[in-house]
Structure formats: structure tokens, C-alpha cells
């Protein structure tokens, strides 16, 4: 089956550092990748969705300034977290899908942040 | 407007009892996809089903089992015989057709117990 993988599984830092994660997928090529996030025995929200080589759409709500993504090939996309402060500490989640409209989207096991 | 319920919060079982989830959906599409994930204690989402809107069969799949009825707009999974490894957070999930990117709109989730 599809496997998408998330780099680190686990970060801490300090306020107002930078921390950037990555989402790829490693036997396919995912024209649409998903980012969600999500807080302690809450659902998963999503943030933005992203299609390789343009702009990332934000959902409402969700600042385009500090969230950062990046889709920039088939197989790698990457959700900076700019100036991150102690209520970004979170559990971030990625999904990948085959095509564009495609409505198979296999998960990363997600990245904790956890920001001090 | 899109919407998902899962009005079941916390579920609590103990060994070997049949446990049904409920999933109520909201959507104006008449072409729809319907999820159920499984979250273990992990964070992992693990794909259990999809469902589409014109495909009302029932599912069964070993003790796993999904009712999907467009007249109550309801996709309600159960699981038969449940074992303590069943413990975890339960969601439904939607996308739309007319979405076009295919992106999930989440229930809240379903925390199930299962006691041996």
C-alpha cells in the first residue's frame, strides 16, 4: 500500500524558533497533500491543502504567514511553523493522495510539537 | 453546509461485546465518499473503509461491519466480538465530490474501550 512518511516524529522548541516538518510519500507520487493538526482528544482540522508546484490553500482561520507549506515535488511537501509559541504545540498530521480529487489519502504517523 | 457527527463521545465495552459506532453526515452532493479511520494510542491513522454515495451495500470485513444508509444519512460501523487491541479513537470522515481536491471533513471521534 501507499506509505507516507513524517520527519521528526517528535521536536521541542523554544518560543520563537522555527521548526520545519516534513511529509513524504515513498512509493508513489501525490499530486495533493494535506496538512492537519491536532489538539489532545480533538478531531483532526485541517489546514491547508496542497498541490505540487502551486500555492498552498489555507483553510479559514489558519495564518498563511506562520504556517508555512511547501509542495515542491511529487513526493515531498513541508509545514514550517515560523516564531512558534507554546499554543502551536500540537499534533501535526499529513495525508498524501494519488490524484488530484482523488479521495484515497493515506496518513503519516504525524509530528508532535511540543513548543517550550 | 458539510458536516459530520459522531454524537458517541466515549464508548466502554467489555471483551467480547458487539459495539456499534455511530456517523451521521450533513452534505448538499449527491456524489460523496464516506471514511472510517482508526486512531491507536499511536497517533497513527489507520484506513478502515470508503465508502461512496451510490454504493449502499453493507460491509463486512472479518469483525468489522458498516451500515451505510442515504435515507437517515447515516454510516455507522460495528464491531463485532471486540477485543482489547480495538481500543482507540474512532472517526468518520467525508469528502465531497464537488470539493474537488478531495479533502476530509472530520466527526469528532469515538473513543472506544475495551476492557478484558
Known amino acids: 500500500g501507499a506509505v507516507v512518511s513524517q520527519h521528526p516524529s517528535r521536536v521541542i522548541c523554544k518560543s520563537g524558533t522555527s521548526v520545519k516538518i516534513e511529509c513524504r510519500s515513498l512509493d508513489f507520487q501525490a499530486t495533493t497533500m494535506f496538512w492537519y493538526r491536532q489538539f489532545p482528544k480533538q478531531s483532526l482540522m485541517l489546514m491547508a491543502t496542497s498541490n505540487e508546484g502551486s500555492k498552498a490553500t489555507y483553510e479559514q482561520g489558519v495564518e498563511k504567514d506562520k504556517f508555512l507549506i511547501n509542495h515542491a515535488s511529487l513526493t515531498l511537501s513541508t509545514l514550517t511553523v515560523t516564531s512558534a509559541h507554546p499554543e502551536d504545540s500540537s499534533f501535526y498530521i499529513c495525508?498524501?493522495?494519488?490524484?488530484?480529487?482523488?479521495?484515497?489519502?493515506?496518513f503519516g504517523p504525524g509530528t508532535r510539537l511540543t513548543v517550550t | 453546509a458539510q458536516k459530520v457527527t459522531q454524537a458517541q463521545t466515549e464508548i466502554s465495552v467489555v471483551e467480547k461485546e458487539d459495539v456499534t459506532l455511530d456517523c451521521v453526515y450533513e452534505t448538499r452532493d449527491t456524489t460523496y465518499y464516506l471514511f472510517w479511520y482508526k486512531q491507536p494510542p499511536s497517533g497513527e491513522l489507520v484506513f478502515l473503509i470508503r465508502?461512496?454515495?451510490?454504493?449502499?451495500q453493507n460491509e463486512i470485513s472479518g469483525r468489522y461491519s458498516w451500515n451505510f444508509q442515504k435515507s437517515t444519512s447515516s454510516f455507522n460501523f460495528t464491531i463485532t466480538a471486540s477485543q482489547v487491541v480495538d481500543s482507540a479513537v474512532y472517526f468518520c470522515?467525508?469528502?465531497?465530490?464537488?470539493?474537488?481536491?478531495?479533502?476530509?471533513?472530520f466527526g469528532q471521534g469515538t473513543t472506544l474501550q475495551v476492557k478484558p
Open positions: 465508502r461512496n454515495s451510490f454504493d449502499e
Open positions: 470522515a467525508l469528502s465531497e465530490r464537488s470539493s474537488n481536491t478531495g479533502k476530509l471533513i
Open positions: 495525508s498524501a493522495s494519488l490524484t488530484s480529487g482523488g479521495y484515497e489519502q493515506y
